[in-house]
């Protein structure tokens, strides 16, 4: 009886960034999100590490709720000693066409009627894509106008897999607007990097932002997608 091996991905994620541990048994990511906590505050209380936890745990039941595979963060200081930071995620969607040139360009269209997103189609070794970039209003309190709320970046990038009859989305979100451009860099290399293999083989298969900064930072994005 011939077998035949099922398409695997395989993504890497940018150095800097922890893992929630989607991944893992409840048991194991428990230590895992302990872990990191311990590591973001080792000369914290015991209280602020706690809340660190408790702040994981949710992001990684947030994670899953949508389907994620993957969901991390990294926390860091830039050279003029700002505090940065950012979130990924990563997850597969059904993919109902199987040309990826077709199905790239209906996401692009798509996605393009949201006057709010910049859309951009780019092309990475596993095929075409697109990414869009969009302003977000985080709400402590959903609903409620008068509670404090922090303005967000987000770039998304959609690459259909054929392959794999899989559509990844790969998704960063930083509160830390100055570095956006830094951080699609991430992304960038995130989905050049990725290859789809199979059978041993490996192939390559914001709020208050006008459409002036958007433009400038869809510039620094093509630099980084070619």
Known sequence: MNHTAEPELQLGIPGGFH?????????????????????????GSDFQREV???????????????????AGFCLG?????????????????????????????????????????????????AGPGVLVLCGLQWQSEPGDDTAPSLPLARA?????????????????????????????????????DLTVSSGGAETGSGPDSGDGKRNAVAEHVRADFG
Do not use: C
């Not at 991944?23 to 302990?34: R, T």
């Not at 570095?179 to 050049?192: C, M």
């Open 52 to 70: 660190a936890f408790h702040s994981y745990r949710e992001m990684a039941d947030h994670a899953l709720a949508e389907s994620s595979f993957y």
């Open 156 to 192: 998304d990038v959609y690459l259909p897999l054929p392959r794999m009859g899989r559509l990844l989305v790969l998704s960063l979100t930083t509160p830390s607007l100055p570095d956006l451009p830094f951080y699609v860099s991430l992304l960038s290399k995130t989905a050049h």
């Open 77 to 125: 200081e830039t050279p003029d000693g700002r505090l940065t930071t950012a979130s990924m995620l990563a997850r597969l969607d059904p993919l109902d066409e199987p040309d990826a040139e077709l199905s790239a360009r209906g996401l692009f269209e798509a996605l393009s009627a949201n006057d709010s997103n910049t859309v951009e189609e780019i092309r990475v070794p």
């Open 19 to 43: 893992s929630l541990g989607l991944d893992l048994g409840p048991e194991a990511q428990v230590e895992q999100l302990w872990s990191i906590a311990k590591e973001i505050w080792p000369t």
